[in-house]
């Protein structure tokens, strides 16, 4: 099994609602990561974990929170969002450690802000 | 300044023709991967270089240390080729993807 699953495909959520992104892998990858895409450009790095702990955060700002259940599961919840949040959210997973390991990504959540 | 220079960002091939996309980086890097991304969002890992040439199906990627340079070929184009191709460098200091900008591909039957 080397797929990423993603949940939902499509989100719309108002800037007061509060929701969550969920990102599941079953290859047994300890690193597992969240991207933020806009149209036309390439994805950008908002975290990464390594082993369930957070080990990179990109400044992003507080209304998105990660969260790693386990080693197979990745949240991202979302509150008070801005409508220029509205982009493609990738999560992606791999190997875990020194070396250099290939990501595999799942097919996004398309999350809109009204 | 970014990293990661790819060119052309556009492309349009007919069917059947040889394409070439070209990737420029100005770091050491670990490793250099190129992504493939249809309409609609997800992201397909096409191959993963450190050296040499990898070639899979129609697709050949090749990289030249030395030269901070990578080029993805694509023999005998089909229109389900059209996608944007991105090329991605783990550098050498960390383990965390630098993006090139994309390069759209469109072909045409």
């Known amino acids: 099994d080397t797929e990423v699953t993603q949940t939902p495909k499509h989100l719309v959520m108002g800037m007061t609602n509060k929701k969550s992104l969920k990102c599941e892998q079953h290859?047994?990858?300890?690193?597992m990561y969240w991207y933020k895409q806009k149209a036309k450009k390439p994805p950008e790095l908002m975290f990464v974990?390594?082993?369930?702990?957070?080990?990179i955060n990109e400044s992003v700002p507080s209304r998105f929170s990660p969260e790693c259940p386990n080693s197979s599961l990745l949240n991202l919840h979302l509150h008070a969002l801005q409508p220029e949040d509205s982009a493609l959210y990738l999560c992606?997973?791999?190997?875990?450690?020194?070396?250099?390991?290939?990501?595999?990504f799942g097919p996004g959540t398309r999350l809109t802000v009204t | 300044k970014n990293e990661v220079e790819q060119s052309p960002q556009n492309l349009t091939a007919q069917e059947g023709e040889f394409i070439t996309i070209n990737c420029s980086y100005s770091?050491?890097?670990?490793?250099l991967h190129w992504l493939q991304q249809h309409p609609g969002g997800g992201i397909v890992s096409l191959f993963m270089?450190?050296?040499g040439k990898k070639k899979h199906g129609r697709l050949i990627a090749t990289i030249n240390i030395q030269e901070k340079h990578s080029s993805l070929h694509i023999t005998a184009s089909h229109p389900r080729d059209s996608a944007v191709y991105i090329c991605?460098?783990?550098?050498?200091?960390?383990?965390?993807?630098?993006f090139g900008t994309g390069t759209s591909l469109t072909v045409i039957p």
């Open positions: 992606a997973s791999s190997q875990a450690g020194t070396g250099v390991y290939e990501q595999y």
């Open positions: 290859m047994g990858h300890r690193a």
């Open positions: 974990y390594s082993y369930e702990k957070l080990s």
């Open positions: 770091v050491g890097i670990s490793a």
């Open positions: 270089l450190s050296s």
């Open positions: 991605a460098v783990i550098p050498n200091t960390g383990n965390q993807f630098y």
